[in-house]
C-alpha cells in the first residue's frame, strides 16, 4: 500500500522540517509507502530539487518517489493527503484585505486543482496562514469534495497549551488530556481549561488544578495565544520544526486515529453557534480515518465569551473574503 502526499510550500522552513518525517513513516506510519509531491512556486523548485536530493540520501525504505513541479494540477493529481504550507506571508504595510487577497490566489486555484485531480479519499491539512482562512478559500473552490476533508491547523496551538499548563502545574504532560482550542489559529484562539482533565486518580478539572483564574486569563490565553510571535522575536524566524510536527500530528490522528480529544479547525455543522461552513477549531474524536466534533461539552460564561471573540474575527475574514469574490 502506498499515499500519495502532496506538500505545498516544499522548499520553505515547514517544509524542510516537514518531509524527512513524512519520508521516514511518521506521518502515516510503518506499513504505509509513502510517494511525495513537492508543489513550489518556479522561483523555488531548484531548492526543492536539493532536499529531494536529501531525502533520497536519506535511503527512507517507505519512499516510494518524489515529484517536483510548479502546477498544483499535478502536484494534486491523485493525492490522498495534501499539506498547504506554502502561503503568502504578510509584509510591512499590507493591510488585511490584502494579505487575504494574496492568499487567495493561492488558494482558489489549489482548492479547484484538488477538486478536480485529487483521490476520492483526500484529506487536506491548511497550515500556510491565514490558516483557517485559507481553508475555507479551498474548500469553496471545491465543490465536488466533501466539505469535512479539508481542515486547519490548530494543533501547534494545542502542543503549546500542552506545554505551559504542564510547566504551570510542574507536572509531565503525559497527565493531562483533553485539551483543546477552539476558534482561529491566531492569538485569539481559546484553550479551554474547563473541559481539560488532570489525570487521577481523582481526575481533576485542569482549570481547578490551576486555580487562578487570573493567570488564566491575564497570562496562559495571552502566552499561549502569542506564542508564534514570541518564538519570532527570540529566534528572528517563525516555528519551523514545531509547526511540522503539530503538521504530522494532525493528519497521523486523522488517518490512524487516538485517543481522547484534539483540536482540528473543521468546517462547523453549526455546533456550539458556529455558523454552518465556517472552518473553526473544535474539539474532535479521531477514529478509523475520521473525525467528529464532540458535542455536549461544558460552555460556560466565561469560555463563550472567548469563543465568541475569535468566532466574530473567522467571520469577518469570511466576509472579507466574500467580498472579494474568493468564495461564493
Ligand atoms: P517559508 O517562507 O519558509 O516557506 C513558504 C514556502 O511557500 C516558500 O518556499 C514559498 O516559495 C512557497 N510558496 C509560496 N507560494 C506558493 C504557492 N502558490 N505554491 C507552492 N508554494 C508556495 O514559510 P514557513 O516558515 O515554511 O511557513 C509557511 C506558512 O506556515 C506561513 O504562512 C506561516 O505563517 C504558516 N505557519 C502556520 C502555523 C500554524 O500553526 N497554522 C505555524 C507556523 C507557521
Given amino acids: 500500500m502506498s499515499k500519495t502526499v502532496t506538500v505545498t510550500g516544499a522548499a520553505g522552513a515547514i517544509g524542510y522540517a516537514l518531509l524527512f518525517r513524512i519520508a521516514s513513516g511518521q506521518l502515516v506510519g510503518p506499513d504505509e509507502k509513502v510517494r511525495l509531491r513537492l508543489l513550489e512556486i518556479e522561483p523555488a523548485l531548484k531548492a526543492a530539487e536539493g532536499t529531494a536530493m536529501e531525502l533520497v540520501d536519506c535511503a527512507f525504505p517507505l519512499l516510494e518517489a518524489i515529484d517536483i513541479t510548479a502546477d498544483p494540477n499535478e502536484a494534486f493529481d491523485g493525492a490522498n493527503i495534501a499539506m498547504l504550507v506554502g502561503a503568502r506571508p504578510r509584509t510591512k504595510g499590507m493591510e488585511r484585505a490584502d494579505l487575504l487577497e494574496a492568499n487567495g490566489a493561492i488558494f482558489q486555484p489549489q482548492g479547484k486543482a484538488i477538486n478536480d485531480h485529487a483521490a476520492d ?7 500556510g496562514n491565514p490558516a483557517n482562512t485559507n481553508a475555507l478559500i479551498a474548500m469553496n473552490n471545491a465543490p465536488d469534495v466533501p466539505r469535512e476533508r479539508f ?64 493567570w488564566y486569563e491575564n497570562e496562559y490565553l495571552p502566552n499561549v495565544g502569542k506564542r508564534g510571535a514570541a518564538i519570532i522575536e527570540a529566534r528572528g524566524a517563525s516555528s519551523a520544526a514545531s509547526a511540522a510536527n503539530a503538521a504530522i500530528d494532525h493528519i497521523h490522528d486523522w ?7 484534539v483540536s482540528m479547525a473543521v468546517p462547523s455543522g453549526g455546533q456550539y453557534g458556529v455558523p454552518d461552513g465556517l472552518v473553526s477549531s473544535f474539539p474532535v474524536r479521531v477514529s478509523g480515518g475520521d473525525y467528529e466534533i464532540v458535542e455536549g461539552l461544558e460552555v460556560g460564561e466565561f469560555a463563550q465569551s472567548k469563543i465568541d471573540i475569535t468566532v466574530n474575527e473567522l467571520k469577518e475574514e469570511q466576509a472579507a473574503v466574500k467580498s472579494l469574490g474568493l468564495i461564493g
Avoid at 483543546?180 to 473541559?195: A, E, K, Q, R, Y
Avoid at 490512524?256 to 480529544?261: E, K, N
Fill in 255 to 261: 488517518v490512524l486515529g487516538a485517543d481522547g480529544l
Fill in 121 to 127: 479519499d483526500i484529506k487536506v491539512l491548511v497550515v
Fill in 151 to 214: 481542515t486547519a491547523m490548530t494543533r501547534l496551538d494545542q502542543n503549546r497549551a500542552y506545554g505551559q499548563l504542564a510547566a504551570k502545574l510542574a507536572i509531565p504532560l503525559t497527565d493531562i488530556e483533553d485539551l483543546v482550542i477552539w476558534g482561529n489559529h491566531s492569538p485569539t484562539m481559546f484553550p479551554d481549561l474547563f473541559n481539560a482533565k488532570i489525570k487521577g486518580p481523582p481526575s481533576q478539572k485542569a482549570v481547578d488544578a490551576v486555580d487562578d483564574m487570573a
